[in-house]
């Protein structure tokens, strides 16, 4: 039985996402916008689970003979930048496109999502139990969301994140790691022949970033990928610098596991080299997986994706999709297609349809 229709549905996602979109919910500042959807679901009569800024429910006839599936989004949003020139946080529709900061990454698939969430909550003969998960902090991978529920949620066989790809299946996703480097040298004065230059030991290290390969390409996610991103060094114009301090930025991805490939740079560069984290690893699935094939069958393409979000988190088999276009994330009066979130609804309940027949 479905409680509620399509129509209202669509109506009633859109409504929401402009009232997320009014409330600002920078990451670890979400608790009015936890505050909203859960006062949505409990207004459709359904219970909800809160931890921290994370807000889940469970469909109707939950089971745990059978297998789990589990729907998460985010509903934290990065800083507006400074060349917005419509206010982020005023919801407004022009030309079929609502803008709001956070409308297209990742309230659109959210509110999508949560609309398929109701669609299946009543059914008494579904193969399978949803959760709706709407999480904090995925911009900033903090750890105070998805992963700080995880076990709550008890067992979870395959994961949807919804995020925006146009509705098509990302099943591999790069991961990340953080590296802060120090090159050591030794401090003399700038007129004589003393002193180890730092800034010259490092640009030795920062040319092995820059031109090292992988002997491992992912056939999905190709070549691991580093890039230095920042440096410093120096005191005064006339000292030999004893340190220099720069930083990279390394997607990994699925041919490697994050402590192999820092393992292996340690080994290459003659500097420090510490991780702020190796947790964030790639992700994916395979592609006979049933879910995979299901979506495959009504028309969705596959691919491999280079940006980062909750999948690294998620220890299960997981696909990243949700109507919108990664290309807008993060972007300056970022906006979503009203009617690529009724398509994405429809989308959604038609590919977890097919797994009910």
Same mark, same amino acid.
């Given at each position: ?38 006062? %949505?679901? $409990? ?23 059978? *297998? /789990? ?37 990742? #309230? ?7 609309? /398929? ?10 193969? %399978? ?28 066989? %395959?994961? @949807? ?9 990302? @099943? ?12 050591? #040298? ?24 820059? $031109?090292? !390969? ?16 920042? @440096?410093?060094? #120096? ?24 402590k192999e490939i820092l393992e292996l740079i340690k080994s290459c560069v003659d500097c420090e080299v510490n991780a702020r ?25 596959? %691919?491999? !994706? ?8 998620? *220890?299960?088999? !997981? ?29 959604? @309940?038609?590919?977890? #349809?097919?797994?009910?027949?």
């Amino acid at each position: 039985m479905n409680l509620f229709s399509e129509k209202q549905l669509i109506q009633e996602a859109i409504q929401l996402l402009k009232d997320l979109i009014a409330i600002p919910s920078l990451s670890r500042e979400e608790d009015k916008t936890a505050d909203l959807l859960q006062e %949505f679901l $409990t207004q459709k009569g359904i219970e909800s689970t809160r931890k921290g800024n994370n807000v889940w429910a469970k469909n109707q006839h939950f089971s745990e003979e059978k *297998p /789990t599936y589990l729907l998460n989004s985010h509903h934290d949003t990065v800083k507006p930048n400074a060349q917005y020139t419509l206010d982020p946080f005023q919801p407004q529709v022009k030309d079929g496109k609502l803008y709001g900061l956070g409308s297209n990454d990742a #309230g659109g698939p959210l509110v999508s999502l949560l609309a /398929t969430f109701l669609w299946f909550y009543g059914k008494k003969d579904l193969p %399978f139990n949803l959760i709706i998960a709407m999480t904090a902090e995925e911009e900033i991978s903090g750890r105070e969301g998805i992963a700080s529920i995880w076990e709550d949620l008890g067992k979870v066989d %395959f994961a @949807i994140v919804g995020e925006p790809t146009q509705m098509n299946l990302a @099943i591999a996703e790069k991961g990340l790691m953080v590296l802060d480097c120090v090159a050591h #040298g030794k401090a003399g004065h700038a007129a004589r022949e003393e002193g180890i230059n730092a800034i010259e030991k490092a640009m030795d290290a920062i040319h092995w970033f820059h $031109t090292y !390969s992988f002997m491992k390409e992912s056939a999905l996610l190709g070549p691991v990928k580093m890039t230095v991103t920042q @440096i410093e060094a #120096g005191s005064q114009h006339n000292v030999v610098p004893a340190t220099c301090s720069f930083v990279v930025d390394v997607r990994t991805t699925d041919a490697y596991q994050n402590k192999e490939i820092l393992e292996l740079i340690k080994s290459c560069v003659d500097c420090e080299v510490n991780a702020r984290s190796t947790r964030l690893n790639p992700s994916g699935v395979a592609t006979d997986h049933p879910m995979v094939q299901a979506g495959v069958a009504i028309g969705m393409s596959t %691919f491999g !994706s280079v940006t980062l979000s909750d999948q690294a988190l998620i *220890p299960c088999p !997981s696909v990243k999709i949700g109507p919108g276009d990664s290309a807008r994330s993060h972007s300056a009066d970022e906006y979503i297609y009203v009617n690529e979130i009724e398509e994405g609804i429809k989308r959604y @309940i038609q590919w977890l #349809g097919q797994i009910t027949q």
